[in-house]
Structures are given as structure tokens and as C-alpha cells.
Nanobody, 124 residues
């Protein structure tokens, strides 16, 4: 059974940094994509960043250069380092994983497994 557990959300002032973590268990495939998504009320879930098993990454234009996705395979953990946070980054953040893909995908429909979410609040 695949499980994803996020942590690291919180409140920060604009310009600050946060690091999100997601412990992933139950995926033992030779290929996978894992991603970070965010959602605000009444809007669709947005793919922020994704990474595949070999380390290739994909970023949304809105976060490229400020956010970094990474993985520690020894710890089965996915990270999202968020720097220079803006008011517009405020959202519920979710990690997701799926073993069907050999490339990093930021499409929410490509993922079968999701974490419970962690809230990120950015204030001025």
C-alpha cells in the first residue's frame, strides 16, 4: 500500500523560506514520478514541481528559480525547498506519487497516490 505523509508547512512572511517534506512508502518500481501540487479554494490543483526516479525535474513557470524539488532515496523522502515566498504561494500543498511514469509529470490526473496536505501561509 502506497502512503505519503507531508510535513513542513507553516506561516512565513513574504520573502521567507520553507521546506516541505513527504515521506513515501510502498513504491518499489524502477520508474516513478513524484510531484508537489498546491490548491486554493475554488481553484484547480496546480502542479508546482515534479521529479522522476532518475532526477529529471519539471517546474511551473510561477515557481521556477524559487522552488527546488529533490529526493533522498535512502530516506524515501521527497522535498520542496521554497525560497522567496510570495503572497501568491499561499495554498494547501500536496505531494503525489505514481509508478506509471518514467518522466516528471505535473498533471494531477497522472497521479493515483496523494498525501493529506500541508498548509503554507505567506503574509506581508
Amino acid at each position: 500500500q502506497v502512503q505519503l505523509v507531508e510535513s513542513g508547512g507553516g506561516s512565513v512572511q513574504a520573502g521567507g523560506s520553507l521546506r516541505l517534506s513527504c515521506v513515501v512508502s510502498g513504491i518499489s518500481s524502477t520508474k516513478y514520478s513524484m510531484g508537489w501540487f498546491r490548491q486554493v479554494p475554488e481553484k484547480e490543483r496546480e502542479g508546482v514541481a515534479a521529479i522522476e526516479r532518475g532526477g529529471r525535474t519539471s517546474y511551473a513557470d510561477s515557481v521556477r528559480g524559487r522552488f527546488t524539488i529533490s529526493q533522498d532515496n535512502a530516506k524515501n523522502t521527497l522535498y520542496l525547498q521554497m525560497n522567496s515566498l510570495k503572497l501568491g504561494d499561499r495554498a494547501m500543498y500536496y505531494c503525489a506519487a505514481d509508478s506509471r511514469w518514467w518522466f516528471p509529470t505535473r498533471a494531477a490526473n497522472d497521479y493515483n497516490y496523494w498525501g493529506q496536505g500541508t498548509q503554507v501561509t505567506v503574509s506581508s
